[in-house]
């Protein structure tokens, strides 16, 4: 007995098993190291600008630029990790913990720079001595009202949400290869 139509040859190609992802592109490893040390650059860049221009600002000045390091920091660590390690999740959570404490230490060595160019270098190891958690104590303290500086957490939520959503964006928008 014969079929009632031809047999047809099959696909030239076999499809992947449902469920199967297709391997990951990308260097997640090698965005995080790139996006560390990206950051640090761009925090040393701002406590020297913090350096240069502490006796000019106000403290809306200080805020002000201390959200847009944040931001900054932020921004470049998070296109860094998108273009590198596309869509890995470990790379962007790594890049806005990288960012945030760019952004944390960018300020917090801004304060010993600060000290030493006020007072003198044996003046800032005799207050570390005595004091070792001075900076981050500085940064989590308002000078102006004795309690709680909210824009210092603020800055870390602001590092690490643009780190985060421009890995995110930056490496879902790239195609797959």
Sequence with gaps: MQPPYPVQPGPPFQAPPFGQQPTASGNPVGAVLLGFFVSVVVSLLYSGLILATYKDQSVTTANTLYLAHA????????????????????????????????????????????????????????????????????????????????????????????????????????RRT
């Design 71 to 174: 931001l900054l920091n932020g921004a470049i660590v998070g296109s860094l990790v998108g273009l590198m390690a596309h869509r890995s999740n470990g790379a962007r959570i790594g890049g806005a913990v990288i960012a945030a404490l760019g952004a944390f230490f960018g300020y917090a060595n801004a304060i010993p720079l600060v000290v030493a160019s006020e007072q003198s270098p044996m003046a800032l190891r005799d207050l570390l001595e005595a004091e070792p958690f001075f900076p981050a104590k500085a940064w989590w303290t308002s000078e102006a009202h004795g309690g709680v500086d909210w824009f210092s957490p603020l800055g870390l939520v602001v590092a690490a949400a643009a780190a985060w959503g421009l890995a995110y964006a930056v490496g879902n928008g790239r």
